[in-house]
C-alpha cells in the first residue's frame, strides 16, 4: 500500500513530482503539493498510488494533480485535479465522486461574534432547528417532477426566482450557481425519487453548517471586497446534491463499465471508469452530472434562505438586526469545461476536481466583478476546533493547477480510528470550554469528526501559499458548529 | 460466513467472506448494514432481480441496490433469500423494517480495489464505501 518515498522527486520546498515513467502506464507525471510532513504522511496511504493511476486518463494534460489536503480516496485521491481534452479525452464519474458539488458557501453578517456571544445556545438552536440534517430524512421543500426538473436546470437562480433568496446571491456563486449544458431528462427517474424531498437538507458525514469570528484579516483590500471585517459573525454551509447526486454517480459508474469494454481501456482501478468525452455516454454524464451539480447549488441556496428566516424569526433579530450576505460559494467536487492555457496554446479542457476547489485569478471574467480586481474567493474550511481560511487566488494556480485549490484540511484518521480514539462526549465538553457550540446529529458522527482525525489546516495552507497558487486573505475562528 | 469493519481513510470499508458466492453476498449486505444500522422487527420483504457483466460488478450492484431500498423506505434488512446463476445473475428476496437508528448514511459502494478472491471452498471481498 505505501508508496516508496524515493520515488518522489523533490522540485521545490512546496512542490514533488513523480515521473511518467514511474508505471507504464501513466500518460503524464504526477506531482503533489506539499511540505516535507504532508509528503510522508500521504506516502502511507494508498493515495499516491491513486494519483499515479489518474496519470492514466485517456486524453489527460500537463500533470495529474494533488493538493497538501490529499488523502486516500477510491479511484481519485481526495484533493485531486485531473483535466482531459475535450476532443479526445475523457471523463470519469469516479474523478468528480458521489456527491456531485458538494461544496462550501461563506455567508457574511452585519454584526460582530462579540454581539451574539451572549444568546450562542439559542442561536445555535434556532440554525439547527431551521436545516433539516443528519439522519433524518426530507426537507421542507418537495417538489414536482416538473419543478424538480427546473432545479436541476436552473440551479441556485431557479431557487432565487423560486422565492428562496435575493438577486445578489447568485452573483456570488461559483457559475453564478447554475451550469448551463445540464440537461434534466439525463439523470435517471430514480435519482430524481431520492433526490426530490431533500432541497434545504444539509445531509451527514462530514457535512455542518458553522459560526465562525473573523480571527484574522491578513489583506485589507481584499477582504473589504469581500466584506470581511476583524470580529465579524460569518457562517459556513458545507452540504452537496445529496442522494440525488449518488444516484447519479452510481448510474453512470455502472453504465460506463461497458464503455470502458468497448473502448478496450486498460483500466488501473475499476472505479476510474470513463468514456470519451465528445462520446454520447460522456456527453450524458456531463449533462447529468451538471443537473447534479446545479441542484447542490439550489440545495445551499434555500439553506441560506432558511438560515435568513431561522434569524429573523430569532428574538435576536429584534435587537441586531441581523441579516446574512453570501460571500461565496464554492464547488468541491465537480468536472467542468473550461479554457487554459497549455504550452502557449488555449485549449478547451475538462477539469476535474475531487476534493478540491477552482482558484482563478484577478482579472478573469468568470469571477464576479466586485472581486475581480482581488481574484476569487477560495474558501478553505479546517476542522471545527481550529480555524478555516479565506484565501484569495494567485495567477500561478492558472498557470500550473488548472486554477485549482486545496478544498479544506483533509482528513488524517480513517473515521474508525477516529471513533476508537475520541470521546464524543469529552470533545463536546473540550469545544465548549474553547468557546465552540456543538449540536450533533449522533455523538458517533461527532467523534469521527473531531479535530484530531483531521489534518493541521494551517500547515495545509501554508503549502498552497507557499506555492504561490492562493493568498491569505482572512482566518476564521469556529464559535458553533452543527454537523450533520 | 462473516465480515468485519476495516480502516480507510476517507470512508467506510468491510471484507466479508463466505463458502459460497451466496453466503459472500449476504455476508457484505450485512457488513453494510451494520454500519448503517439495525433494523426493527421485519415488516416488509422486497424483491430484486439483478445481472451484470462479472461477479465484482454484480457484487457493487447488490449493494448499491439495497442501499438505493435502504434510502428510499428508511429501512434496514436482515433477512436475506438470494440465489445467484452463473456468477453474473441474482435474485433476491430481502426482509427488513424501519431503521431504529441510522449509524451512517452511505452514499454508495465503490468498485476501488474490489476483488473477489476465492481460496479453496472460501470467498473474500473488501469494499469500499463512500460516506
Redesign the interface.
Known amino acids: 500500500m505505501a508508496f516508496n518515498v524515493s520515488d518522489l522527486k523533490r522540485i521545490d520546498q512546496y512542490r514533488y513530482e513523480i515521473p511518467a515513467g514511474y508505471t507504464e502506464n501513466m500518460r503524464v507525471p504526477a506531482r503533489l503539493y506539499a511540505d516535507e510532513d504532508i509528503m510522508a504522511e500521504a506516502a502511507k ?2 493515495s499516491l498510488e491513486q494519483l499515479v493511476n489518474v496519470a492514466w486518463l485517456p486524453g489527460i494534460v500537463g500533470f495529474a494533480l494533488a493538493m497538501p489536503d490529499v ?5 481519485f485521491p ?1 484533493g485531486g485535479v485531473a483535466a482531459t481534452d475535450m476532443t479526445d479525452g475523457v471523463i470519469s464519474p469516479g474523478g468528480v ?3 456531485i458539488n458538494c461544496g462550501v458557501r461563506l455567508l457574511s453578517s452585519n454584526v460582530d461574534a462579540d454581539q451574539v456571544r451572549p444568546y450562542l445556545p439559542r442561536l445555535m438552536d434556532a440554525v439547527a432547528g431551521a436545516v433539516p440534517a ?2 433524518g ?1 426530507g426537507g421542507d421543500v418537495r417538489l414536482r417532477s416538473g419543478k424538480l426538473d427546473d432545479a436541476l436546470e436552473g440551479g441556485a437562480q431557479w431557487a432565487i426566482q423560486a422565492g428562496f433568496g435575493e438577486a445578489a446571491d447568485g452573483d456570488r456563486c461559483e457559475e453564478n450557481g447554475r451550469i448551463g449544458r445540464a440537461r434534466a431528462g439525463a439523470v435517471s427517474p ?1 435519482a430524481k ?2 433526490g426530490k424531498d431533500q432541497l434545504g437538507t444539509l ?3 462530514n457535512h455542518f453548517l458553522e459560526l465562525d469570528e473573523v480571527a484574522e484579516v491578513y489583506d485589507a483590500e481584499a477582504a473589504d471586497a469581500f466584506g470581511l471585517s476583524p470580529g465579524q459573525l460569518v457562517l459556513q454551509i458545507h452540504s452537496g446534491s445529496r ?1 440525488l447526486g ?2 447519479v ?2 448510474d453512470f ?2 453504465s460506463f ?2 464503455v470502458v ?1 468497448r473502448e478496450r481501456y486498460q483500466l488501473p ?3 476510474l ?1 470513463c468514456a470519451p468525452i465528445a462520446s454520447e455516454e460522456g456527453q450524458d454524464y456531463l449533462a447529468a452530472m451538471s443537473a447534479a451539480a446545479n441542484f447542490a447549488w439550489a440545495n445551499r441556496q434555500i439553506m441560506t434562505h432558511l438560515l435568513r428566516r431561522a434569524f429573523e424569526n430569532e428574538l435576536l433579530e429584534k435587537l441586531l438586526k441581523l441579516h446574512l450576505s453570501v460571500v461565496y460559494d464554492v464547488a468541491h467536487n465537480v468536472a467542468k469545461v473550461e479554457r487554459h492555457q497549455v504550452a502557449g496554446r488555449v485549449r478547451e479542457l475538462c477539469v476535474h476536481r475531487k476534493g478540491a476547489t477552482r482558484a482563478f485569478p484577478p482579472g478573469h471574467e468568470a469571477v464576479p466583478a466586485a472581486y475581480r480586481r482581488i481574484g476569487q474567493p477560495v474558501l478553505v474550511p479546517g476542522d471545527m476546533g481550529r480555524a478555516s481560511y479565506v484565501l484569495r487566488a494567485r495567477q500561478e494556480a492558472m498557470d500550473e493547477t488548472f486554477g485549482s485549490c486545496c478544498h479544506g484540511a483533509g ?7 477516529a471513533r476508537n480514539r475520541v470521546d464524543a462526549r469529552e470533545l463536546r465538553r473540550d469545544l465548549g470550554e474553547q468557546g465552540v457550540e456543538v449540536r450533533a446529529g ?1 455523538l ?2 461527532l467523534a469521527e469528526e473531531a479535530p484530531v482525525a483531521y489534518k493541521d489546516i494551517h500547515q495545509v495552507v501554508d503549502v498552497v501559499v507557499g506555492a504561490g497558487l492562493a493568498a491569505k486573505v482572512a482566518r476564521l475562528r469556529p464559535i458553533g458548529v452543527v454537523k450533520g | 460466513m462473516g465480515f468485519e469493519e476495516i480502516g480507510h481513510t476517507a470512508d467506510l470499508s468491510i471484507r466479508a467472506w463466505g463458502s459460497t458466492l451466496d453466503e459472500l453476498f449476504v455476508a457484505a449486505a450485512r457488513g453494510m448494514f451494520s454500519l448503517i444500522g439495525e433494523a426493527g422487527p421485519p415488516i416488509s420483504a422486497r424483491t430484486l432481480e439483478l445481472d451484470a457483466p462479472d461477479s465484482e460488478a454484480l457484487l457493487v450492484d447488490w449493494l448499491n441496490e439495497l442501499l438505493y431500498l435502504s434510502d428510499r423506505h428508511e429501512e434496514s434488512y436482515s433477512g436475506y433469500d438470494l440465489r445467484i446463476d452463473g456468477g453474473r445473475c441474482l435474485s433476491a428476496e430481502v426482509r427488513g423494517g424501519p431503521l431504529k437508528r441510522r449509524e451512517a448514511r452511505i452514499k454508495a459502494a465503490t468498485y476501488h480495489g474490489l476483488a473477489i478472491e476465492r481460496e479453496n471452498d472460501s470467498y473474500t471481498a473488501s469494499v469500499i464505501f463512500d460516506t
Open positions: 496511504d494508498r488523502h486516500e480516496g477510491y479511484g481526495i465522486g458521489y456527491d443528519g439522519m430524512r430514480r425519487e431520492r445531509g451527514s458525514g442522494g449518488h444516484q454517480c452510481t459508474v455502472r463499465q461497458s469494454q482501478d475499476r472505479e471508469v482528513r488524517a484518521l480513517s473515521r474508525t480510528a449522533s458517533k458522527g
